[in-house]
């Protein structure tokens, strides 16, 4: 009896030892199994080249504009030949009569739109925000207008716009009516129009084409005397001539279709033609560019600096920590399908610091897709293995 209570005892403490042992083992494997994850990003890697050149349009300065011209129309306005676009004071009386004429058309143009229901209060969230837009980038151009609209919004927020139109159309008739020391100017050509003359508009893209970078900067060293105020852009067509390494240069295709995105003042990414590449000097050469959209938009800026957007790969970005290679050089890469790990063949786009740029699932049929979960790190990583 003595004997079978020992052996009981004996088989229970060899047994808790077992478990206690079972349990130990299992906690210290699952401690050092500890896998690390990412999700899976969707990313766009972009080759750019640097480009630093000038704007050349079509210009057309209007002599008959003297220094006291007040313009009639905004910054990028297109206006027909024959158009009334400015008007010249000849004494400060008429520059404040000019001044004023010019905001009450503008003031009216507002109140007849919020009259027929044109200016809602989206529009007048809109305005403020264009005018917040153009001061933050140091475009004044058509700060008057903005800020006119900007009030023309507050003052109908609490007002009936009609009981005033009235009153401002007497005054701007009578304006009208007695404009002594003002004279009008109209426009020769039909164009865009523009306030800023920088002595560079007898530029002709045909002088471009075939310039060297010395050339270039020579061409724009010294402007010429302005012979007016103002001008006009008479073709939809511009061009961007811009200095570039010429080894980066030669990998553009003459006659195709490229992305340039411009620095401050400009801030856009413009598709441009690409007309010509010149001849090479100290490891440079000019690149022409030419785009037939938009040209409104470029009426002011002249020397500007831009990034040519040469080729752009999109993928998904994996830590270079999670890629594997079997023994057959294919790589491969874990991910968490439930609770389960999946082994995924991945091809390889490019390397960028601490990650690869892989190709998309949805291009290669297989689950790798944003918002996946990579497995990063580890132990013992199998396909199916049971990782919950």
Excluded at 85 to 99: D, G, H, Q, R, T
Excluded at 220 to 246: H, N, Q
Excluded at 259 to 265: D, E, G, K
Aim: aromatic content about 8%; glycine content about 8%; proline content about 4%.
């Amino acid at each position: 009896m003595k004997r079978s209570d020992f052996f009981i005892k004996l088989t229970t403490a060899v047994l808790f030892i077992a478990v206690v042992s079972y349990i130990g083992i299992y906690l210290y494997i699952s401690a050092r199994d500890i896998f690390v994850t990412a999700t899976a990003i969707s990313y766009v890697i972009e080759e750019t080249f640097p480009a630093n050149g000038y704007i050349v349009r079509a210009e057309t300065v209007v002599t008959d504009a003297g220094e006291a011209t007040l313009p009639m129309v905004g910054e990028g306005v297109r206006v027909g030949k024959g158009q009334a676009f400015a008007v010249e004071y000849m004494n400060p009386e008429a520059l404040e009569a000019a001044s004023e004429i010019r905001d009450l058309r503008l003031r009216i143009a507002q109140l007849e739109s919020s009259i027929g229901g044109g200016l809602v209060e989206t529009e007048g969230f809109a305005s403020v925000m264009d005018l917040s837009k153009s001061v933050h980038s140091g475009d004044f151009s058509s700060l008057d207008e903005l800020s006119l609209r900007v009030e023309t919004y507050v003052f109908t927020a609490s007002h009936n716009p009609g009981q005033d139109l009235p009153a401002m159309l007497a005054r701007l008739d009578s304006l009208e009516r007695r404009s002594a020391g003002m004279r009008t100017i109209y426009a020769p050509v039909s164009g865009i129009f523009s306030q800023t003359v920088d002595g560079f508009e007898h530029i002709s893209p045909a002088a471009l084409s075939e310039i060297r970078p010395s050339g270039l900067t020579e061409l724009f060293e010294t402007p010429a005397r302005a012979a007016g105020s103002v001008k006009l852009v008479t073709a939809f067509k511009w061009y961007y001539a811009a200095v570039m390494d010429a080894a980066d240069a030669a990998r553009l295709p003459i006659g195709r279709n490229i992305s340039l995105q411009f620095a401050a003042p400009y801030h856009a990414t413009v598709e441009m033609l690409i007309e010509s590449v010149g001849r090479r000097e100290d490891g440079e050469c000019v690149v022409l560019f030419s785009s037939d959209r938009g040209v409104h938009n470029v009426t002011m800026p002249r020397h500007l600096q831009a990034e040519v957007i040469f080729d752009a790969v999109s993928g998904i970005r994996v830590p270079k920590e999670a890629m594997h290679l079997d023994d057959d050089g294919v790589v491969f890469v874990f991910i968490r399908t439930g609770v389960r790990a999946e082994r995924v063949n991945v091809e390889v786009l490019l390397e960028f610091g601490d990650s690869y740029l892989v190709r998309d699932g949805t291009e290669t049929g297989t689950p790798l897709r944003p918002g996946s979960t990579i497995i990063v790190r580890g132990n013992n990583l199998i396909d199916g293995r049971v990782i919950a």
